[in-house]
């Protein structure tokens, strides 16, 4: 039987413990900071949890993260050397997917323009690009870029992908490497940014990325704020070169008073709900996770420490 320590100052214990027992009746499930003998466990279910917190747990054998990024755990220098496994799960990627189409129908179909002249009682037509015009670039072609990719196709959107190795995924364009990111930005009236935040992805949004895209692209951040150069992005927007930006992660968060993107015209801000790991969608992958590690079958959704994701 396994013995599960939650840790997270932002996520609902008694829910995701409800949501596991269902599936896991006989799970010892405890909620940091009372963990009782710390000797006692062996998986922790973590989001953002305080350095130090897990190599404290002697017998741990298993780390699962609430969250799909992971770059915030690898920072804990004592993180101790165990398999970490991921959120991989429908529900938080039916979430993303539906966030990018939302993101990219909303500047495709002049939302904020149209409520502006809905408050001013004006009635006139201000006409779109049919989707089968509009390219959407997309970087990270994993399990969230790749569904939002196979979202944004079947409307008919023009749909490229951007990932470190080569892919194959039918009906979308896929690219990879330096010369890869060039000829996509070239070509993306979008650019979503849905990689991992790693070193060789940090700060990948920014003034010469946004100098290669066609004026008036819209880019589109629901990664990591870590990806995002922040002033980098408000000059391309100040010269009219970016239409316009719809962010939903921020460098620090929640965002704080006074920032600049709070009052941008031309940003959309959301508090990183981009996708959501809802205890009734998500349980399911953790439950399976701890059955494989309890009956010694092959984990899924490693995190590849060396590589970061
Ligand atoms: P995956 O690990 O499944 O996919 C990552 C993709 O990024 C892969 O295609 C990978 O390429 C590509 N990639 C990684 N490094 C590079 C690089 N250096 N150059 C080019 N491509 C690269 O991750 P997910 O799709 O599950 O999640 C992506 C991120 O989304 C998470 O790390 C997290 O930060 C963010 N996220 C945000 C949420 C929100 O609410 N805003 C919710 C959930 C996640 P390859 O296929 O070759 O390995
Ligand atoms: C995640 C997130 O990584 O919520 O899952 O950002």
Same mark, same amino acid.
């Given at each position: 039987?396994?013995?599960?320590?939650?840790? %997270?100052?932002? *996520?609902?214990?008694? $829910?995701?413990?409800?949501?596991?027992?269902?599936?896991?009746? =006989?799970?010892?499930?405890?909620?940091?900071? =009372?963990?009782?003998? @710390?000797?006692?466990?062996?998986?922790?279910?973590?989001?953002?949890?305080? @350095?130090?917190?897990?190599?404290?747990?002697?017998?741990?054998?298993?780390?699962?993260?609430?969250?799909?990024?992971?770059?915030?755990?690898?920072?804990?220098?004592?993180?101790? *050397?165990?398999?970490?496994?991921? +959120?991989?799960?429908?529900?938080?990627?039916?979430? +993303?997917?539906?966030?990018?189409?939302?993101? /990219?129908?909303?500047?495709?179909?002049?939302?904020?323009?149209?409520?502006?002249?809905?408050?001013?009682?004006?009635?006139?037509?201000?006409?779109?690009? &049919?989707?089968?015009?509009?390219?959407? !670039?997309?970087?990270?072609?994993?399990?969230?870029?790749?569904?939002?990719?196979?979202?944004?196709? @079947?409307?008919?959107?023009?749909?490229?992908?951007?990932?470190? %190795?080569?892919?194959?995924?039918?009906?979308?364009?896929?690219?990879? !490497?330096?010369?890869?990111?060039? #000829?996509?930005?070239?070509?993306?009236?979008?650019? /979503?940014?849905?990689?991992?935040?790693?070193?060789?992805?940090? !700060?990948?949004?920014? #003034?010469?990325?946004?100098?290669?895209?066609?004026?008036?692209?819209?880019?589109?951040?629901?990664?990591? !704020?870590?990806?995002? /150069?922040?002033?980098?992005?408000?000059? #391309?927007?100040? %010269?009219?070169?970016?239409?316009? $930006?719809?962010?939903?992660?921020?460098?620090?968060?929640?965002?704080?008073?006074?920032?600049?993107?709070?009052?941008?015209?031309?940003?959309?801000?959301? &508090?990183?709900?981009?996708?959501?790991?809802?205890?009734?969608?998500?349980?399911?992958?953790? #439950?399976?996770?701890?059955?494989?590690?309890?009956?010694?079958? &092959?984990?899924?959704? /490693?995190?590849?420490?060396?590589?970061?994701?």
């Amino acid at each position: 039987m396994t013995t599960l320590l939650f840790v %997270s100052p932002s *996520d609902n214990s008694e $829910a995701w413990r409800g949501e596991i027992a269902k599936r896991l009746p =006989d799970l010892d499930f405890r909620v940091w900071p =009372d963990a009782g003998d @710390p000797a006692a466990i062996d998986c922790a279910l973590v989001w953002k949890p305080p @350095p130090g917190v897990l190599a404290g747990l002697p017998n741990l054998k298993l780390i699962l993260s609430l969250g799909a990024g992971v770059e915030r755990l690898l920072t804990d220098p004592t993180l101790p *050397d165990v398999p970490l496994v991921r +959120m991989v799960a429908d529900g938080l990627t039916e979430d +993303m997917a539906a966030y990018v189409v939302l993101q /990219v129908l909303r500047w495709q179909r002049q939302v904020d323009a149209y409520t502006e002249q809905q408050r001013a009682g004006v009635w006139k037509q201000l006409g779109h690009k &049919p989707a089968s015009e509009v390219r959407v !670039g997309i970087l990270g072609l994993g399990v969230l870029g790749e569904a939002a990719a196979r979202a944004l196709t @079947p409307l008919g959107f023009q749909v490229i992908g951007w990932s470190r %190795s080569p892919k194959e995924i039918r009906g979308i364009e896929t690219l990879h !490497g330096e010369d890869g990111l060039v #000829a996509l930005a070239a070509r993306s009236d979008f650019l /979503v940014c849905l990689l991992p935040l790693t070193d060789q992805t940090r !700060g990948i949004l920014n #003034a010469g990325l946004f100098a290669t895209l066609p004026k008036g692209a819209v880019v589109i951040n629901a990664a990591r !704020g870590g990806h995002l /150069v922040e002033a980098d992005l408000l000059a #391309a927007l100040e %010269s009219g070169h970016l239409g316009g $930006a719809s962010l939903d992660v921020f460098a620090e968060e929640p965002l704080p008073a006074g920032h600049p993107f709070w009052t941008h015209p031309k940003v959309h801000v959301t &508090p990183h709900v981009a996708g959501i790991t809802h205890p009734s969608r998500c349980s399911d992958h953790i #439950a399976d996770a701890i059955r494989r590690a309890e009956t010694g079958q &092959p984990l899924l959704h /490693v995190v590849e420490r060396g590589r970061g994701y």
